[in-house]
């Protein structure tokens, strides 16, 4: 990215996150490796869907009790509610100071709510996020196989459109040849393969199967 092209040469911020979608393009080539190909994938439904259904629920509870937490501790202004927002945040971490919500007028009733807010939030969602990515896990592992060769797939018609039609010309008789069938002299078209061993050849063929 040109950065000093598009009038952002100081702008640190721009080409940090530049630097972050630059090196996760690196996931695009690891999608046709049979080994981290279905972790990709994984990764991808689990933020895709799990954890934004999660997220979507949480809010609710997030922006509630920070609400609540700022009326109950005297806080005024939007500044201060931001920072109730932050605080609930890190209370599903397991960062929260217990005392400032006991010295505050409130205190018993400050404080039952952050223990209520934090099951919620720590012990049941949290546990609801992990059992869904579980669930996500075990699907996308049971079809492992047939997601790597669809992945593959869809690299290979990626790269492929991204070639020229004379390049596309040129590699369609690449590997095969077309020739007229003796028979009925219609047009066929015949793979070419490299003999090398005789029994690699009735392997790829299918007909050591088939004689046995």
């Known amino acids: 990215i040109n950065a000093e092209y598009m009038g952002f040469i100081n702008n640190d911020k721009f080409i940090a996150i530049a630097s972050i979608v630059g090196w996760t ?15 990709v994938v994984m990764a991808i439904r ?3 869907h799990d954890v934004t259904r999660v997220m979507s629920l949480s809010s609710v509870f997030l ?4 609400q609540s937490f700022f009326i109950l501790l005297g806080d005024k202004g939007p500044q201060d509610y931001l920072t109730r927002v932050c605080d609930c945040f890190a209370a599903i971490l397991g960062q ?15 404080v039952v709510m952050l223990i209520v807010y934090v099951i919620l939030m720590c ?3 949290l546990n609801m996020l992990i059992a869904m ?6 699907q996308v592992w049971e079809e492992s196989d047939r997601v ?16 020229s039609d004379e390049e596309l010309a040129a590699s369609a008789h690449k590997y095969w040849v077309t020739l ?3 028979m009925d002299g219609e047009t066929r078209s015949y793979l070419q393969i490299e003999d090398v061993d005789e029994l690699d050849k009735k392997q790829f063929l299918g007909l050591d199967t088939i004689n046995s």
Do not use: C
Not at 96 to 110: E, G, I, M, P, R
Not at 133 to 138: K, L, N
């Open 148 to 163: 790597w060769y669809l992945e593959r797939a869809r690299i290979m018609l990626s790269l492929e459109r991204e070639l």
């Open 25 to 39: 393009y690196i996931l695009f080539f690891f999608l046709g490796l049979r080994k981290t190909g279905p972790l």
């Open 96 to 110: 929260f100071d217990v005392t400032s919500y006991s010295q505050s007028n409130h205190k018993y009733t400050a």
């Open 180 to 182: 007229p069938d003796p």
């Open 123 to 125: 012990l049941l969602l």
């Open 133 to 138: 990515m579980g669930s996500t896990f075990a």
């Open 63 to 66: 922006l509630g009790f920070s």
């Open 46 to 48: 689990m933020l895709t």
